[in-house]
């Protein structure tokens, strides 16, 4: 079955193969299709990364799961069990990518019995690696990564994504739950188009908090171990656990900044990645 320890090094290594392969594909000509909305994106580039990472990790390891973006909307059970399950994103940014916007990462997270072991993220155009494992800290190219420990809404800068649902009631919710932070007053609400590099920004103490309804297990997964390690909080957006498969969470860099989130958001409602 391998060792966390040997599942890691394979994940870092294929992280980075795939990180050359989003670059290169950067600069060639996109064909661009639509998924669940006009707005969520899929090109084919992330179906090719999501293969080579997918059968590169079976190669080694025939006996384990695999959650991907690309495979789980092609029809793949979207399903986490107790087995040892690799949770993948292959472009996270897809429409970055889609518009040379360089924010774009390639996100590998792993679980077993549903607990999440580590997270790996590579940041294509940057080339930065982020990595956790359970109980030995959070790194940056090696370098430990450490949350802001701010306390104070008023002095956080909070990032936070869209998602893929445009409706206008989608639409109030969003603007509605955006400006109460702005009225706490936060420093800033940002979005940078990839929750995967939002969330790393947090564990990095480059940010203070980030929330969001609507996006997927494979943005979360990797993230949330990463923040975890780095001293950091996340939740489901009730306040309760963070659940994988419910496509909603608050990140903070303190409880009390996630608390305080937690009670202005009004919640959006997302299908479940595992309804079926
Ligand atoms: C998406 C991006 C986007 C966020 C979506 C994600 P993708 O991932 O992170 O910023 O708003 O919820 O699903 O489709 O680019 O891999």
């Known amino acids: 079955m391998g060792s966390v320890e040997e599942c890691m090094d394979a994940a870092v290594r294929v992280a980075r193969a795939a990180g050359q392969v989003v670059l290169e594909a950067v600069k060639q000509e996109k064909h661009v299709s639509t998924k669940s909305t006009p707005t969520d994106l899929v090109t084919e580039a992330d179906r090719l990364v999501e293969e080579l990472i997918i059968s590169t990790l079976r190669e080694s390891f025939p006996s384990h799961r695999f959650i991907g973006e690309e495979s789980c909307a092609a029809g793949e059970p979207c399903v986490l069990t107790d087995s ?120 990095a103490g480059a940010a203070d908090a980030y929330y969001q309804f609507g996006l997927h297990c494979w943005d979360m997964a990797a993230a949330a171990i990463i923040i975890r390690e780095a001293g950091g909080v996340v939740m489901d957006t009730s306040g309760g656990p963070l659940d994988l498969m419910s496509r909603r969470i608050v990140a903070a860099a303190s409880q009390e900044v996630a608390g305080f989130i937690v009670q202005q958001l009004k919640p959006i409602g997302y299908e479940r990645d595992d309804c079926g």
Not at 127 to 142: D, Q, V
Not at 166 to 189: C, I, S, Y
């Open 84 to 203: 040892p399950t690799w949770i993948i994103d292959p472009i996270d940014g897809t429409c970055n990518f889609v518009h040379s916007f360089p924010m774009v990462a390639v996100s590998i997270g792993f679980a077993v019995k549903k607990e999440l072991e580590f997270g790996v993220i590579y940041h294509c155009f940057e080339e930065t690696l982020y990595t956790a494992r359970k109980g030995h800290g959070a790194f940056c190219n090696g370098l430990r990564l450490q949350v802001s420990k701010e306390k104070d809404v008023s002095k956080a800068l909070i990032l936070t994504e869209i998602g893929a649902k445009r409706d206008p009631e989608t639409l109030a919710l969003f603007l509605g739950n955006m400006e109460k932070l702005l009225r706490a007053p936060a420093h800033g609400v940002r979005i940078i188009g990839s929750s995967t590099l939002a969330l790393c920004q947090v564990a």
